[in-house]
């Protein structure tokens, strides 16, 4: 499932509300430092036709005439989401883009929340990790607890490290939303000790102030993935929830 537009939407969202997106990667393909197994835009390599990044000038063009349409629609909106085709913070404008959305968000649907989608592995530069302190929503992700379980269900590009990853989070002081997948592959389950008890430690250690628990409801392009149940997951996630972290949980009923 690719977007086409670098503006799209509105649409509804499991865990937004009406939300309109905005995609800073190719129209006709995926670009991403991962290649998840459960990804809903499908394999990396089907995507590699289209390389063409929208610039700032374009998305700001493209998110004023949108916010304009709808506001004249009368339509009202919960959140402007990144959450294209791939990674946002690959844009090399991404910080610039942000500064744009969030003026045109003051100016248009102040209350709307600006929320981004990022799989994390780009907040240890320093522009990214400035842009994402100023959005409502900054939504990263951790799936697996180690590197060799993240290969297994995030097939990271080379270089990824996990211990990176949660070292730049942990300066968000917990001002930020974990998001975090729950499935069952051929060599991956959520459920297993190994995954969920290092990824309750990493809750722990940096103490998001929301996590988002969901599981896959799109087609995936490894074939034979479970999904979880809300119930399933609520008993996973339950030594958490005594503990008072606050998780929203989505999936199958
Ligand atoms: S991080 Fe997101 S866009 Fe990238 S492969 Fe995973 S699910 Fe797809």
Redesign the pocket.
């Given at each position: 499932m690719l977007r086409e537009e670098t503006v799209f939407g509105p649409i509804h969202s499991r865990r937004l509300g009406r939300s309109l997106g905005i995609n800073l990667l190719p129209t006709k393909g995926?670009l991403?430092n991962?290649?998840?197994i459960?990804?809903?835009?499908g394999w990396n390599c089907d995507g590699r036709g289209d390389t063409v990044l929208p610039t700032a000038a374009k998305v700001r063009t493209d998110l004023e005439n949108k916010l304009m349409e709808l506001m004249l629609e009368g339509t009202q909106i919960d959140s402007i989401t990144f959450s294209g085709?791939?990674?946002p913070t690959l844009n090399p404008e991404f910080p610039r883009i942000i500064e744009d959305t969030l003026f045109l968000r003051d100016a248009y649907c102040p209350s709307a929340k600006v929320s981004v989608l990022s799989?994390a592995t780009r907040v240890h530069v320093p522009a990214v990790f400035e842009a994402l302190r100023k959005v409502d929503n900054p939504i990263l992700?951790i799936d697996a607890p180690t590197d060799e379980l993240a290969a297994r269900i995030?097939q990271p590009a080379p270089g990824y490290s996990i211990e990176r990853v949660i070292e730049a989070l942990e300066r968000f002081e917990g001002d930020f939303i974990l998001q975090t997948m729950f499935l069952r592959s051929k060599d991956f389950d959520s459920a297993s000790p190994e995954v969920l008890d290092g990824w309750m430690a990493i809750v722990r250690r940096l103490k998001p102030r929301k996590i988002m628990v969901y599981t896959i409801d799109r087609p995936t392009p490894e074939k034979e993935i479970e999904a979880f149940s809300v119930a399933r997951m609520e008993q996973l996630v339950k030594p958490l929830l005594d503990e008072g972290f606050q998780i929203d949980i989505k999936g199958k009923e």
């Amino acid at each position: 499932m690719l977007r086409e537009e670098t503006v799209f939407g509105p649409i509804h969202s499991r865990r937004l509300g009406r939300s309109l997106g905005i995609n800073l990667l190719p129209t006709k393909g995926k670009l991403c430092n991962f290649d998840c197994i459960y990804c809903e835009c499908g394999w990396n390599c089907d995507g590699r036709g289209d390389t063409v990044l929208p610039t700032a000038a374009k998305v700001r063009t493209d998110l004023e005439n949108k916010l304009m349409e709808l506001m004249l629609e009368g339509t009202q909106i919960d959140s402007i989401t990144f959450s294209g085709d791939g990674e946002p913070t690959l844009n090399p404008e991404f910080p610039r883009i942000i500064e744009d959305t969030l003026f045109l968000r003051d100016a248009y649907c102040p209350s709307a929340k600006v929320s981004v989608l990022s799989n994390a592995t780009r907040v240890h530069v320093p522009a990214v990790f400035e842009a994402l302190r100023k959005v409502d929503n900054p939504i990263l992700k951790i799936d697996a607890p180690t590197d060799e379980l993240a290969a297994r269900i995030n097939q990271p590009a080379p270089g990824y490290s996990i211990e990176r990853v949660i070292e730049a989070l942990e300066r968000f002081e917990g001002d930020f939303i974990l998001q975090t997948m729950f499935l069952r592959s051929k060599d991956f389950d959520s459920a297993s000790p190994e995954v969920l008890d290092g990824w309750m430690a990493i809750v722990r250690r940096l103490k998001p102030r929301k996590i988002m628990v969901y599981t896959i409801d799109r087609p995936t392009p490894e074939k034979e993935i479970e999904a979880f149940s809300v119930a399933r997951m609520e008993q996973l996630v339950k030594p958490l929830l005594d503990e008072g972290f606050q998780i929203d949980i989505k999936g199958k009923e």
